[in-house]
C-alpha cells in the first residue's frame, strides 16, 4: 500500500517563521563557498525536503541549525531569537532540536535497547516515563525482535529505525533527519514514510529532511527546495518542482516523474 500526506501546509497565515536563516554563508576555505547567501523560512509544522547533488551543503546546513557548526556569514533565528552564538546544547536544550545524523548516531557496543536507555536517562528523568516512552518506541519502529542485539551487529535497516528512534526519546519540536531513508528496502521507507507524517499531523512536529530518494521524500514534504552550486536554486511544493527549470537543470534531470 503506498503511503498518502492528505494535506500539504504551503501558506500559513500570520505566523513568524519558526527558523529563518538570513544570508548565511559558509565556507572552510578561503574563496570556496560551500553556501552563499543562504535566505530560509520554516513554519511550525511544516515538512521541508532539502535535496541537491553530494556536495551540496545539505548536511551542512543542519549542523548549522544544531550548532555543530557556525556560519561564517549571516544569523539563524528561532522563533524569532537569534541563536547564532549559542552552543548545542543550549538550543538543543532550549528549542527541543533533534537531529537524525547521516552516519552513524549509536552505540555500535550497546544493545537496541540499551541505546535508548542510555539517551533515555539523559532527556527523561521520570524512570516510569522514561520506560514506557522507550517501550513506545521499540514497538513503533518494531525493534522488539533485536532489542538486545548489539547496535554493530544490526542490519542497515534497523541500524536507522535505531538511530530515529533515539532522535524522538526528547519528544523534539525540531527534527532534522538527514538521509533517514537511505538503502532501505520499500516496505521500511513505507514505515518511515508513515511516522514522519504521523509526527506531523498528531505531533506538530517541523521537520527538516534530506535524501536522494527523491521521490519517497516528495511525498512526505510539503514544501521542497534544491541546492546546487552554494545557493538555493528552486523552491516550492513537489508538484511545483517538477514544472521548475531549475529544478530539472541542477538536480532531477529531464525525465524524472515525481507520481
Ligand atoms: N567540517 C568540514 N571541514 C571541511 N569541509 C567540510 C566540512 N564539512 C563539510 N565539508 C565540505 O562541505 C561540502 C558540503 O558537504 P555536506 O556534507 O554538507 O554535503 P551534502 O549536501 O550533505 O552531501 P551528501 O549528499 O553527499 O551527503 C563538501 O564539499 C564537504 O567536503
Ligand atoms: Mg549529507
Redesign the pocket.
Known amino acids: 500500500m503506498s503511503v498518502i500526506k492528505k494535506f500539504r501546509i504551503t501558506k500559513i497565515k500570520n505566523s513568524k517563521p519558526l527558523i529563518s536563516l538570513k544570508k548565511i554563508s559558509?565556507s572552510?576555505?578561503k574563496n570556496h563557498l560551500?553556501l552563499d547567501n543562504i535566505n530560509l523560512d520554516i513554519s511550525k509544522g511544516q515538512v521541508i525536503g532539502?535535496l541537491?547533488?553530494?556536495?551540496?551543503?545539505?548536511?551542512?546546513?543542519?549542523?548549522l541549525i544544531t550548532g555543530a557548526?557556525k556560519p561564517s556569514f549571516g544569523n539563524i533565528f528561532i522563533k524569532n531569537e537569534d541563536i547564532t552564538q549559542y552552543p548545542i546544547y543550549t538550543r538543543t536544550k532550549k528549542f527541543r532540536i533533534s537531529l537524525c545524523p547521516?552516519i552513524g548516531g549509536y552505540f555500535a557496543d550497546l544493545s537496541a535497547e540499551d541505546n535508548l536507555k542510555a539517551v533515555g536517562e539523559i532527556l527523561i528523568k521520570d524512570k516510569k516515563l522514561r520506560k514506557l516512552k522507550i517501550e513506545e518506541l521499540i514497538s513503533k519502529f518494531e525493534l522488539d525482535a533485536v532489542r538486545k542485539v548489539e547496535a554493530k551487529h544490526l542490519s542497515g535497516g534497523f541500524k536507522r529505525r535505531l538511530t530515529i528512534s533515539m532522535s524522538l526519546l526528547g519528544e523534539p519540536e525540531i527534527l532534522l533527519m538527514?538521509?533517514p531513508l537511505a538503502a532501505l528496502d520499500p516496505q521500511t521507507i513505507q514505515m518511515l514514510q508513515n511516522i514522519i507524517i504521523k509526527l506531523q499531523s498528531e505531533y506538530n512536529l517541523t521537520i527538516l529532511i534530506?535524501d536522494?530518494q527523491a521521490r519517497d521524500l516528495l511525498v512526505v514534504c510539503d514544501k521542497a527546495l534544491i541546492?546546487a552550486n552554494s545557493k538555493i536554486v528552486a523552491e516550492g511544493t513537489p508538484n511545483e518542482l517538477m514544472k521548475n527549470v531549475n529544478a530539472a537543470k541542477y538536480y532531477f534531470g529531464e525525465n524524472f516523474k515525481f507520481k
Do not use: R, V
Open positions: 559558509l572552510f576555505q560551500i532539502l541537491g547533488p553530494n556536495g551540496a551543503g545539505k548536511s551542512s546546513m543542519m549542523n557548526l547521516q538527514d538521509e534530506t536522494h541546492l
